[in-house]
């Protein structure tokens, strides 16, 4: 994915010089060898020293504590300035070597373990004055030091350190290695020239680059901690500038492409309007209306539908497809799953079929044959509209002449994928469909190079979802329940847990659950999982969708765009283990058709308050951007959406929570800088590349001209 065309290195992106120390290897650095920078890879996410750079600390060991030695609590880390009294080597093997020291206020032991005689000689001669810091501890009434962190002479104090910085920390790599390695990593770390506003910089009262960076490593005190300090809040601005300016260049660079300009009410958008059984809602017909502007307009859409789960984004999408296929044009429609892309297939073929569009489906599992037949079609046109998976990205897949792209549950998809896609056709207009209902600053931070719309209602005559909380051992009387409804009609999904990060425990307690549900309501069960052949797992989606079976029992393989109206009940064992996202996303797999339905949410006891709060805001809230805010204030924002699968961009330094403010900000001067310096030639420009580099933002570097 990452070898598009475009990616090679043009003389536009050649790093600046003064940035090479800090994207030297993490092994020159002092105290990390071959074996270590494995570790220290892993655990900063990257192997060049400007990941560690990264790395924040998270706490601190104060040392400023100095009381007197009577006084001092044990447990805490001391400093005091104490006379070497006495060594009192142990002989007996295991024991330990203690030197007994003292001041005014009283005396204590340092005790060394597996002690060399003669370090201990040297450090501590008798009769000395030295200065020591380390974890005070109560022993058999007395006080003493374990391996004091610090001994100083006199004159040396300095040498220890009022306080040190703590570390998130892996296996393999101390605290002691990260700060020693960033001590280095710190002086490879050149005095950059500003790149920001100089009225920005003064209002704020921010330092400059460097002195954040060392400031963020050299916490003094607690109040360098939090996110609010002047100095983090300039490395969150930086790192906020980055990803807007990043987005800021793909967009400008994709409008610059120019778009073309589509027919918007030709016969085949007519045709499939009348066709409809339904009428649209006012939101789908604000959202068409903002679609067909852009593709009426000359230039390239790069546009998000933003809407709930169940708000009918499939139809906007084809109807909008039809404007491109009015015009001469192809359309294409991509989905992150199988499944979905299938169910795309079912849903739209009925409607297009009677208007002579013949579409096609292109996913992974087509036998080599059919592959090179289809791409041989798409490439000549005789294919107008596919509808498909990942597999509309690969290199062989050539049209014809792609009118538009549409790509459904975006957040799977990241926005280099979507220029992909969209580098398939001749200023191809884009158009992105997401139920993740995200918050408006992190939709600036993903979608920052998108306009968007949103589908602000449902269709009509939706009965609210009927949510309830039920504990694991009322499991039977829910049971009974469901035969009742069963009976009466209702097909039900029930979505087994999350065991582990693992897909072979989920798959065990998923047939786990199914056989039991077997022996009690037999052959009308059906089990899917995401370790099925696709052709099995087709054959039992139908039965469901075709009420062949009544129960659908699944792992969360179910959870993106699944549409079969008759389902009326979603069982969610051990809820508490899913995000809130992604209940949301599968309690919306019902309540799409006319009937009442219901939301199962089994928990096993006891709960925690945080989890409690998350379920009891799914049972009182069916509003996709409540639940998103909930989630993100109950997680403290981190990883709202499981960002690592979601596309959503990850921060090092920035909180989206607490640097939020700061996101339009730079949202703004991004936009600014584009419109001015597209290729960030001037003074400022060259600076602003440097920024891009340390935030690694530098795929954008690519869509800079050269020279
Ligand atoms: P989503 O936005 O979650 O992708 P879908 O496009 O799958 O939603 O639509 C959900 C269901 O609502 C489908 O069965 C669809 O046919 C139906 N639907 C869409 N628009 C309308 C409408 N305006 N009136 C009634 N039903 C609609
Ligand atoms: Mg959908």
Aim: charged share 25%; glycine share 8%; net charge neutral.
């Amino acid at each position: 994915m990452t070898q598009a065309p475009h990616s090679r290195t043009s003389s536009a992106g050649q790093r600046p010089f003064i940035l090479d120390p800090v994207f030297r290897a993490l092994s020159v650095l002092p105290g990390i060898g071959p074996k270590t920078s494995t570790a220290v890879e892993r655990l900063v996410g990257g192997s060049r020293v400007m990941d560690l750079l990264w790395h924040a600390p998270i706490d601190l060991i104060d040392r400023s504590y100095m009381p007197s030695i009577a006084d001092a609590e044990p447990g805490r880390i001391a400093t005091f300035e104490v006379k070497v009294v006495a060594h009192m080597p142990n002989p007996k093997r295991g024991l330990p070597y203690k030197v007994k020291v003292e001041n005014e206020t009283g005396n204590l032991s340092l005790v060394f373990f597996h002690a060399h005689k003669d370090w201990i000689e040297k450090q501590l001669p008798v009769g000395k004055t030295v200065k020591i810091s380390g974890k005070v501890e109560g022993y058999q009434g007395r006080l003493q030091i374990v391996h004091p962190d610090y001994i100083a002479a006199s004159g040396e104090e300095k040498a220890i350190p009022k306080a040190e910085p703590i570390y998130p920390l892996t296996h393999g790599v101390s605290n002691k290695v990260v700060i020693k390695a960033m001590q280095t990593a710190l002086e490879f770390a050149p005095n950059l020239t500003e790149w920001n506003d100089a009225a920005l910089i003064k209002r704020h009262n921010w330092p400059a680059w460097k002195e954040a960076l060392l400031k963020l490593h050299h916490p003094e005190s607690a109040p360098d901690l939090e996110k609010d300090t002047a100095f983090r809040e300039r490395l969150a601005y930086d790192e906020f500038l980055a990803n807007q300016l990043s987005l800021a260049l793909a967009r400008h660079k994709q409008k610059k492409k120019g778009g073309r300009s589509f027919q918007i009410k030709g016969d085949y958008r007519t045709q499939l309007e009348r066709a409809l059984p339904f009428t649209l809602t006012n939101a789908q017909n604000v959202v068409l209306s903002e679609i067909d502007a852009d593709m009426a307009a000359p230039l390239k859409m790069m546009r998000l539908i933003q809407g709930d789960v169940g708000s009918g984004k499939t139809i906007v999408a084809a109807l909008s497809m039809m404007s491109a296929l009015d015009s001469g044009a192809q359309a294409a429609l991509m989905a992150p799953t199988e499944i979905l892309a299938r169910q795309h297939m079912e849903t739209l073929t009925p409607l297009l079929e009677p208007l002579g569009i013949q579409p096609v489906l292109l996913t992974g599992r087509l036998t080599a044959k059919e592959k090179r037949d289809l791409y041989a079609k798409i490439a000549s046109g005789q294919v107008r509209l596919v509808i498909g998976t990942h597999a509309l990205f690969q290199a062989k897949v050539d049209f014809a002449d792609l009118g538009v792209a549409v790509i459904d549950e975006q957040h799977r998809f990241g926005v280099h994928q979507r220029i992909l896609l969209s580098s398939k056709g001749q200023g191809t207009d884009v158009l992105v469909m997401t139920a993740t209902p995200i918050p408006r600053t992190l939709a600036l931070t993903a979608y920052g190079d998108m306009d968007v719309s949103r589908i602000t209602e449902k269709p009509p005559g939706r009965e609210p979802i009927d949510t309830r909380l039920i504990p694991a051992d009322k499991i039977e009387e829910m049971i009974a329940g469901l035969k009742r409804q069963i009976a009466a009609g209702a097909r039900v999904y029930w979505v087994c847990p999350l065991v582990e990060e693992s897909e072979v425990l989920d798959l065990t307690a998923a047939e786990e659950r199914f056989q039991v549900l077997e022996s009690i309501f037999g052959a009308r069960v059906g089990l899917v999982h995401g370790r099925m052949k696709g052709p099995d797992k087709d054959k039992v989606m139908d039965d469901f969708a075709s009420g062949n079976i009544d129960i659908l029992v699944a792992t969360t393989v179910i959870e993106v765009g699944v549409n079969v109206p008759e389902a009326t009940i979603m069982v969610i064992e051990e809820s508490n283990r899913f995000g809130l996202a992604q209940l949301h996303q599968l309690r919306g797999r019902v309540g799409r058709g006319g009937d009442k339905s219901y939301c199962f949410l089994l928990y096993k006891t006891p709960l925690g308050e945080t989890a409690k709060e998350r379920l009891l805001t799914m049972r009182d809230t069916e509003d996709g951007f409540i639940i998103a805010e909930k989630d993100m204030t109950l997680r403290g924002s981190g990883d709202i959406l499981g960002t690592k699968q979601s596309g959503m961009p990850e921060f090092q330094i920035a909180d989206v929570e607490a640097h939020g403010h700061l996101l339009p900000i730079a949202s703004d001067d991004a936009k600014l800088i584009v419109m001015n310096d597209p290729d960030l030639q001037s003074k400022r420009g060259k600076r602003l590349r440097e920024l891009l580099y340390l935030f690694q933002a530098d795929k954008a570097i690519r869509y800079l001209k050269a020279g």
